[in-house]
């Protein structure tokens, strides 16, 4: 116990010596606290055990509040941030409430956070946040947030979100958020949302959305939406809806809709809907509706409508089919081809306004045909 008090002594004695050397007029504000060399070193001013504000020092170190420290090797322990750094370096164990400099390298616990203003590598845990203005590498846990303003990489968490300016790569868990301005890559959970301005690539959870700019491509998962402002590639659930401005391919699949502005290609499942402004590959199958302006190739199943101007390959709709041109079989409750039909419809009405091909249903209609021909029961055919 005698030890305890001894410590505790010095750094009172510590305390007391830098607060001496104040500047009296402005002692209200840090801005104007002038930085003390006072400390007490043993057996040696650079190497040993140290208490006060040295500046460079290796071995165990211990003092208050650091202020202009240079370079500290080996333990340092501080209970507050520090009251000014311009190019601080704290390698080896940094602790206490706001363990603070420039660059902290090896292992930084703040009980209330750790802060860097250049580069945090190492094991990083702050109680309540890790924050680094530059990189932050290595395992990083910020009990709410691990905030970066430029690249988290390593093995990441986030109790409530990870925030970065620029790139976070790893394993990556936030809470309720992992937000980046630039590219997400490795396997990345946010409890509500990954929000990207670049890429998000890998496996990628998101409790409610999956958000980027770019693309998003791997493995995803969210449960309401992924929204991309490019492509989405890979294997790709979402609860409600995957939207792309571009395309979307892969193993696609969501409860409501699939919605891009360019292609739709692979195995494409949706609840209601498949929508796209271009074309549709592979097999597709939707309870509602496929709705696709250019062009459908393969094997599309819908429960409502299936619509396209060029239809290459077998469809089966429940309801009703709307093609301009067919090539292949069709088969609906009403096949309605309004320009070209090179192949097979099967249905209870049937029509083409250019037949090539054969029509089976209770009613079939050939606008090419001519008399009789142009209306007839149960079969109609035009060669």
């Given at each position: 116990m005698k030890y305890f008090y001894l410590l505790f002594l010095i750094l009172a004695t510590s305390l007391f010596s830098q607060t001496l050397n104040q500047n009296p007029i402005n002692n209200s504000s840090d801005d104007y606290l002038i930085c003390s060399d006072w400390s007490l070193d043993i057996p040696s001013s650079t190497w040993g055990i140290s208490f006060g504000n040295s500046k460079n020092f290796n071995g165990?170190?211990?003092?208050?509040?650091?202020?202009?420290?240079?370079?500290?090797?080996?333990?340092?322990?501080?209970?507050?941030?520090?009251?000014?750094?311009?190019?601080s370096e704290v390698n080896g164990i940094s602790l206490g409430l706001i363990p603070h400099a420039s660059r902290l390298r090896g292992v930084n616990i703040g009980l209330g956070a750790v802060v860097a203003d250049k580069e945090m590598i190492g094991f990083n845990f702050g109680l309540l946040s890790a924050v680094s203005d530059g990189n932050?590498?290595?395992?990083?846990?910020?009990?709410?947030?691990?905030?970066?303003?430029?690249?988290?990489?390593?093995?990441?968490?986030?109790?409530?979100?990870?925030?970065?300016?620029?790139?976070?790569?790893?394993?990556?868990?936030?809470?309720?958020?992992?937000?980046s301005n630039n590219n997400i890559d490795g396997i990345n959970f946010g409890g509500l949302a990954v929000v990207s301005d670049k890429n998000i690539a890998g496996l990628n959870l998101g409790g409610l959305a999956l958000a980027s700019d770019d693309d998003i491509t791997g493995i995803n998962f969210s449960g309401l939406a992924q929204v991309s402002g490019s492509s989405i590639v890979g294997l790709n659930f979402s609860g409600l809806a995957l939207v792309a401005d571009e395309s979307i391919y892969g193993i696609n699949t969501s409860g409501l809709a699939l919605i891009s502005g360019e292609s739709i290609g692979a195995i494409n499942l949706s609840g209601l809907a498949i929508v796209s402004d271009k074309s549709l590959y592979g097999l597709s199958l939707t309870l509602g509706r496929i709705k696709i302006e250019e062009s459908i190739k393969g094997i599309s199943?819908?429960?409502?409508?299936?619509?396209?101007?060029?239809?290459t390959g077998i469809n089966l709709t429940l309801a009703w089919t709307e093609f301009e041109n067919l090539n292949g079989l069709s088969i609906a409750g009403y096949n309605q081809v309004n320009g070209n039909q090179n192949g097979l419809t099967i249905g209870v009405v049937n029509y083409a306004e250019s037949l090539n091909g054969i029509q089976l249903g209770l009613i079939n209609i050939a606008n090419n045909n001519s008399g009789l021909g142009k209306i007839l029961p149960f079969f109609n055919a035009h060669f």
């Open positions: 165990f170190r211990f003092n208050y509040r650091d202020c202009d420290v240079e370079t500290i090797n080996g333990f340092n322990f501080t209970m507050w941030k520090a009251k000014s750094i311009t190019n932050i590498y290595g395992f990083n846990i910020g009990g709410l947030a691990l905030v970066s303003g430029e690249n988290i990489g390593g093995i990441n968490i986030g109790g409530l979100a990870l925030v970065s300016d620029n790139k976070i790569t790893g394993i990556n868990f936030g809470g309720l958020a992992l937000v199943i819908s429960g409502y409508k299936t619509e396209t101007f060029d239809f």
